[in-house]
């Protein structure tokens, strides 16, 4: 499974409560409480970025930044107590991109995290993207199947560039109401006729999806497993 966010914490409490946080604002997130946790979460899981505490029950963040980066470029942000220069400095310099001092205001930090996200989203628009027979242009809006324009209205488009950009992310209905139809007076209906004028075009099956996946009652997701 896909997660925007993995929290590596173990303060239990803080962890669990800023977890659910995140995810009642639109943001997939998990929470890990130690270093052996977030190995066997890893392997069976996507994190996009990574919250990660400096001191974990079982060992250092700093140590675990240091082994992720040696394969992996997913941001890093340190939450940490220890507020002193030189151990965010530390943090910086072993491969954090950014460091969040305790106790932390949780729309601070959604806020940062979200923004991240969007950056991530913006380095992974370049190029094409594939599933399917299909392939994606983001920068030239062009989609295309075997090669040829697939027959969708400027709306839908627009709708399906959106969901592919923030793919495997649930994007909420309000969000896709601003950010596509950039009003917020846009009946559900409309939206939910928009989805499935779209899944008849792209989907094998338009009523069992493989990739817009509804979570009922929230939004959309673009379910892409990346190669």
Same mark, same amino acid.
């Given at each position: 499974m896909v997660y925007d966010c993995l929290i590596i914490e173990d303060e239990v409490p803080l962890a669990e409560n800023t977890c659910k946080y995140f995810n009642l604002s639109g943001v997939k997130t998990a929470a890990v409480f130690g270093i052996k946790e977030y190995y066997e979460f890893i392997n069976e899981n996507t994190a996009?970025?990574?919250?990660?505490?400096?001191?974990?029950?079982?060992?250092?963040?700093?140590?675990?930044?240091?082994?992720?980066?040696?394969?992996?470029?997913?941001?890093?942000?340190?939450?940490?107590?220890? @507020?002193?220069?030189?151990?965010?400095?530390?943090?910086?310099?072993?491969?954090?991109?950014?460091?969040?001092?305790?106790p932390y205001s949780l729309q601070i930090l959604l806020a940062k995290v979200k923004a991240m996200?969007?950056?991530? @989203?913006?380095?992974?628009?370049?190029?094409?993207i594939s599933f399917g027979d299909f392939?994606?242009?983001? @920068?030239?809006?062009?989609?295309?199947?075997?090669?040829?324009?697939?027959p969708l209205k400027r709306m839908e488009k627009k709708l399906l560039l959106y969901l592919i950009k923030n793919r495997n992310r649930l994007v909420t209905k309000e969000e896709l109401f601003k950010e596509v139809w950039q009003e917020t007076y846009v009946g559900e209906g409309t939206l939910n006729v928009h989805?499935?004028?779209?899944?008849?075009?792209?989907?094998?099956?338009?009523?069992?999806?493989?990739?817009?996946i509804t979570e009922y009652g929230k939004g959309y997701m673009f379910l892409l497993k990346e190669k």
């Open positions: 996009r970025m990574l919250l990660l505490d400096i001191n974990l029950g079982d060992g250092c963040g700093y140590n675990l930044c240091r082994q992720i980066r040696e394969n992996e470029q997913m941001p890093i942000i340190f939450i940490s107590c220890m @507020t002193e220069e030189e151990n965010i400095l530390l943090g910086l310099s072993v491969g954090g991109d950014d460091f969040i001092c305790k996200l969007r950056r991530i @989203t913006v380095g992974d628009d370049l190029g094409n392939q994606v242009n983001i @920068t030239d809006e062009a989609v295309l199947k075997n090669k040829e324009q697939v989805i499935r004028k779209i899944r008849e075009k792209i989907e094998n099956d338009p009523s069992h999806p493989d990739y817009i």
